[in-house]
């Protein structure tokens, strides 16, 4: 445990003893857009084979359906975050093959094998977040995730709904659209003013979101054309499309804010190939997340979760989550990151139980053709976590062990 708390709290003290604020970041407008989509996937919507050979009686014949709906709405303003969507599919398959069914004294006689299957699903996805009257201050969240699965010649199905609400303060932005912004100008040799650079971190970070998708084909053709009303320098576009397309320029994630959530969460899982483990279940939720951008070259951020089960069910107990992580862009050509995470649980009558690990990752571009890659993760684990959704407070127990990995790597384009 000591260990594991040791990791978190040394990147916070090398946050300390860098940390500054920039003026672009205290100054950055949170935007207000929305956009919704509906679309039918069908890619191999039917399919059809089939094989006969007389000689041999190996005739086979097979059809299949793969049809999908699925659709998004996200809005985002000073006031409200909301990103809802959901998918519809539908699966069949049918095959027939001859196969040998009975003999008439020494010759075979040859029937035909069916089979035919068919799956149904339903995913639902809602995230929500309403202000009351400070874009980062109070605010109530109601979060929902439903599937449902339908399976024929059995005629079986089961569902998973998890419904989550509470109240909330405070508010994580993303920058890395402002960093973005100010890349563009840097890069291209651009005067943009604090007012420009705010235009075009809205632009950015609706493309981001999936904004200009809408325009179909024409989705990059809108996006720079908007980018070229604020730089206003039609003659800078190849730059800008390099800025944003070159693996040199790529930069890491920049968040920044308060933001403490507590609220329940119920989940509930019904049908024969659910665990009744997780019906009807209640779970208290807390957490705190923090992060910070060190100038436009370095980022923080650390988050705290604890989750407490209300069903004394065996496997289940009192679950507190810590992860942070610190990156450094060295320069546009190169980017590092450290990453720690510790899990503990808490069962009842027996000894606390922590698993954590700690990794180091960087990525050097030397060229537009040659990069290098390296990656050094350790790890210790005496429970797992388990179950079907991904932040159920339930564990099970197995003998300790640690793990050291390492990668290198390298990549040169010789064409």
Not at 44 to 49: E, G, H, I, K, S
Not at 223 to 239: L, N
Request: glycine share 6%; aromatic share 14%.
């Amino acid at each position: 445990m000591r260990t594991g708390l040791t990791i978190p709290l040394v990147l916070l003290c090398a946050f300390l003893s860098y940390a500054q604020r920039d003026n672009l970041f205290s100054t950055y407008k949170i935007p207000t857009y929305s956009f919704y989509e509906l679309h039918v996937a069908g890619q191999d919507f039917l399919t059809y084979f089939r094989n006969k050979i007389d000689e041999d009686h190996n005739d086979a014949e097979t059809v299949t359906i793969d049809l999908a709906l699925g659709g998004r709405y996200l809005k985002q303003s000073p006031l409200y975050n909301g990103d809802i969507s959901g998918y519809l599919s539908y699966y069949y398959d049918k095959s027939k093959r001859s196969e040998i069914s009975s003999y008439s004294g020494m010759t075979p006689v040859y029937g035909d094998v069916i089979n035919e299957r068919s799956v149904s699903d339903v995913y639902l996805n809602s995230f929500n977040d309403f202000y009351l009257r400070d874009e980062k201050g109070l605010f109530l969240f109601g979060d929902l995730k439903g599937a449902y699965h339908f399976f024929t010649p059995s005629k079986t199905g089961y569902s998973t709904i998890e419904f989550s609400s509470g109240i909330g303060y405070g508010r994580i932005v993303n920058l890395k659209s402002v960093v973005q912004a100010y890349i563009i100008g840097r890069e291209s040799g651009i005067d943009l003013s604090e007012e420009a650079i705010s235009k075009l971190t809205e632009i950015i970070e609706k493309r981001r979101d999936g904004y200009y998708s809408k325009n179909r084909d024409n989705a990059d053709i809108e996006f720079y054309r908007e980018i070229d009303s604020v730089v206003k320098k039609p003659e800078m576009t190849a730059k800008i499309q390099q800025v944003f397309n070159s693996a040199l320029y790529q930069t890491a994630e920049r968040r920044s804010g308060l933001k403490f959530k507590l609220g329940s969460r119920y989940t509930n899982e019904d049908g024969e190939n659910s665990d009744t483990k997780y019906q009807n279940l209640v779970d208290i939720a807390a957490s705190v997340e923090y992060a910070a951008p060190i100038g436009f070259d370095k980022q923080f951020y650390i988050s705290v979760s604890y989750l407490n089960n209300t069903n004394s069910l065996k496997g289940k107990a009192p679950m507190l989550s810590v992860s942070s992580s610190f990156s450094i862009d060295h320069s546009y050509t190169w980017s590092s990151s450290i990453n720690a995470k510790l899990i503990s649980v808490f069962p009842e009558n027996e000894a606390q139980r922590s698993n954590y690990s700690i990794s180091l990752t960087s990525n050097y571009v030397l060229l537009n053709a040659l990069s290098v890659f390296g990656s050094l993760e350790y790890s210790n684990t005496i429970f797992y976590n388990w179950g079907s959704l991904s932040e159920i407070a339930a564990y099970s127990y197995h003998p300790e062990y640690s793990k050291t990995q390492l990668h290198l790597g390298v990549k040169y384009y010789i064409l």
